[in-house]
């Protein structure tokens, strides 16, 4: 058995609760109201289905669920860009 095995954790596992979580990209559209929930988990099921050689932002703009610039903006926004 294990005896003297640490009974504390590491001060790098503990999580900031100040810290924000960036906001998803499909999160974002739909706040905006460019994009309703349904549409926006087909996309990630579409990239998904690509063996990830499609991120969600390109799915939206193949599957013409969203325009180019609009899922340009979002990125800009969801970086802090904008």
Same mark, same amino acid.
């Given at each position: 058995m294990? +005896?003297?095995?640490p009974t504390r954790r590491c001060?790098?596992?503990?999580v900031d609760p100040h810290a924000r979580r960036?906001? $998803?990209l499909g999160?974002?559209? %739909?706040g905006w109201g460019l994009l309703k929930p349904r549409p926006a +988990? @087909? &996309?990630?099921?579409? !990239? &998904?289905r690509t063996g990830? +050689?499609?991120?969600?932002g390109a799915a939206l703009v193949s599957l013409e669920l @969203? $325009? /180019?610039e /609009? %899922?340009? $903006? &979002?990125? !800009?926004?969801?970086f802090g860009l904008e």
């Open positions: 294990l +005896r003297n095995w001060s790098w596992s503990k960036r906001q $998803k999160e974002i559209l %739909v +988990r @087909c &996309a990630l099921k579409y !990239a &998904a990830g +050689r499609k991120k969600i @969203c $325009k /180019d /609009d %899922v340009t $903006k &979002a990125l !800009a926004t969801q």
